[in-house]
């Protein structure tokens, strides 16, 4: 697998969700990793991102809310939504920061909305 991300869904407002994404060990130990998002009309974007080193930097949508994270022995990156609002709807995708074209996969779509 070069680059999968799943755990999206239906939720509340306010509510919570935790996407996964593994990757390839190519890709998830020589670069820094990134969640992404693209809401519908809308340019994709950067949304949080993690270092090699663990670094975390967040979108200031988001800053606050959701958390991301690494486990090196999983080669997995995770991305802990909380406090969710209908305009963080969108495709979440992982990919290394900055991105690997071509290695974008379909994506997790989240839908926050009551």
């Known amino acids: 697998v070069q680059l999968q991300a799943s755990g999206g869904g239906l939720v509340q407002p306010g509510g919570s969700l935790r996407l996964s994404c593994a990757a390839s060990?190519?890709?998830?130990?020589?670069?820094?990793m990134g969640w992404y998002r693209q809401a519908p009309g809308k340019q994709r974007e950067l949304v949080a991102s993690i270092t090699t080193g663990g670094s975390t930097d967040y979108a200031n949508s988001v800053k606050g809310r959701f958390t991301i994270s690494g486990d090196n022995a999983k080669n997995t990156v995770y991305l802990q939504m909380n406090a969710l609002k209908p305009g963080d709807t969108a495709v979440y995708y992982c990919?290394?920061?900055?991105?690997?074209?071509?290695?974008w996969g379909q994506g997790t779509l989240v839908t926050v909305s009551s």
């Open positions: 990919n290394a920061d900055p991105p690997i074209l071509g290695y």
């Open positions: 060990a190519s890709i998830f130990g020589d670069n820094a």
